[in-house]
T-cell receptor, first 116, second 113 residues
Framework: AQSVSQHNHHVILSEAASLELGCNYS??????LFWYVQYPGQHLQLLLK??????LVKGIKGFEAEFIKSKFSFNLRKPSVQWSDTAEYFC??????????????FGKGTKLSVIP | NAGVTQTPKFQVLKTGQSMTLQCAQD?????MSWYRQDPGMGLRLIHY???????DQGEVPNGYNVSRSTTEDFPLRLLSAAPSQTSVYFC????????????FGNGTRLTVT
């Protein structure tokens, strides 16, 4: 079964600091990778995705993520965070689970608090 | 375009009661799913459907039933509510199971006393 591990439970940064959130997954086959963001009191929304091609993907609001296949990692980065980035971030992996079905598995989330 | 609509937004149940959480999407998505979100646990898949008439179990299906009689609707039924089912429930849909860019509803906060 596939699994997703997010290294940090809670990250606290000051505005303008750089951000990197770790995500590792375990799955032997081809995967699609995602980062979702959940702002306080809201539902999850897609931040960025990787399906194939350039392993460095750019998403909304200045976020980017790098897929490193050899390390089974898909870390999220942002050069300079803002207070409005305060949210919970979820890494997710979509892998083939057989019989034409794909299983999407979420990590447990990393809460980011940005201090003005 | 409403997207994914969940009702109700809040619900309080007593142990043993049953209820149905409604989910509807108007994007003609094949894939629909239900997750529960608990602090420190992330999102866990309860049930999913890859098309009308097809449902399957996810990671935590016990205590829940689903059906998919139409492409648009995917209700989640709690058969006999338990305090362990206190959670926030999200319905999500995507165009296909493979593409899996999920569109989420606004969630239902359920408390079982």
């Amino acid at each position: 079964a596939q699994s997703v591990s997010q290294h940090n439970h809670h990250v606290i940064l000051s505005e303008a600091a750089s951000l990197e959130l770790g995500c590792n997954y375990s799955y032997g086959g081809t995967v699609n990778l995602f980062w979702y963001v959940q702002y306080p009191g809201q539902h999850l929304q897609l931040l960025l995705k990787y399906f194939s091609g350039d392993p460095l993907v750019k998403g909304i609001k200045g976020f980017e993520a790098e897929f490193i296949k050899s390390k089974f990692s898909f870390n999220l980065r942002k050069p300079s965070v803002q207070w409005s980035d305060t949210a919970e971030y979820f890494c997710a992996v979509n892998g083939y689970s057989g019989a034409g079905s794909y299983q999407l598995t979420f990590g447990k989330g990393t809460k980011l608090s940005v201090i003005p | 375009n409403a997207g994914v609509t969940q009702t109700p937004k809040f619900q309080v149940l007593k142990t043993g009661q049953s209820m149905t959480l409604q989910c509807a999407q108007d994007m003609n998505h094949e894939y629909m799913s239900w997750y529960r979100q608990d602090p420190g646990m992330g999102l866990r898949l309860i049930h999913y459907s890859v098309g009308a008439g097809i449902t399957d179990q996810g990671e935590v299906p016990n205590g829940y039933n689903v059906s998919r009689s139409t492409t648009e609707d995917f209700p989640l039924r709690l058969l006999s509510a338990a305090p362990s089912q206190t959670s926030v429930y999200f319905c999500a849909s995507s165009y296909t199971s493979q593409g899996k860019i999920l569109h989420f509803g606004n969630g239902t906060r359920l408390t079982v006393t």
